[in-house]
C-alpha cells in the first residue's frame, strides 16, 4: 500500500492502517482509524463512523481514493465511492488479506486505473489485484 501511495499514485489518499503507508509520503494521507486523526478517532470512539463522517473528512481534506479494509468500515462507506479494485495478500503482517480501492473522484479514474495495472506487474507471487468497473448508477462493485 505505501508503495501504491508513493510511487504509482501520489494522490491524498484516505486509510485505516497508518504506519508505512504515511512514512516518507509527502501527500495527505487521512487516517480513518483514528490513530494520526483526533476527529476520526471520537468518531470510532462515540460510534458515530458514519457514511456522512466518512464522506465530509474526505471532502474536506481533498481525498482522491482511500486504500481500507471492507468488514472494519461496513456501512460507513460512501455509497458514491467506486470500489475500484481489491489487493489480495496473506495476512502476515496485515489485519486482513483484502485491501479494498475506492476511487472517490471520477476524473481520476484513468489515471488510477493506468496506476493499478502497472502496480499489478509489481506484486510479489502469491498476491492478486482484481479491478472493478465505475460505471452505473452504484458505484461500481461497491458494499456498504
Not at 2 to 16: D, G, I, L
Not at 51 to 76: L, N
Not at 83 to 101: D, M
Request: net charge negative.
Amino acid at each position: 500500500m505505501h508503495r501504491f501511495a508513493t510511487e504509482y499514485f501520489p494522490r491524498a489518499v484516505a486509510v485505516n492502517d497508518l504506519g508505512w503507508v504515511s512514512y516518507r509520503n509527502d501527500n495527505y494521507v487521512l487516517d480513518l482509524w483514528g490513530l494520526g486523526s483526533e476527529e476520526a478517532r471520537e468518531a470510532m470512539r462515540s460510534d458515530s463512523l458514519t457514511s456522512e463522517f466518512v464522506r465530509e473528512v474526505a471532502v474536506r481534506h481533498g481525498v482522491t481514493y482511500a486504500m481500507i479494509y471492507k468488514d472494519v468500515f461496513r456501512g460507513s462507506i460512501p455509497g458514491e465511492w467506486c470500489e475500484i479494485a481489491e489487493l489480495r495478500t496473506s495476512k502476515v503482517t496485515a489485519f486482513e488479506g483484502e485491501v479494498a480501492f475506492y476511487l472517490l473522484r471520477p476524473e481520476e479514474e484513468t489515471a488510477m486505473r493506468r496506476a493499478l495495472a502497472s502496480f499489478e506487474e509489481s506484486l510479489p507471487e502469491g498476491s492478486s489485484l482484481g479491478t472493478f468497473d465505475c460505471d452505473g448508477d452504484d458505484g461500481g462493485r461497491q458494499t456498504s
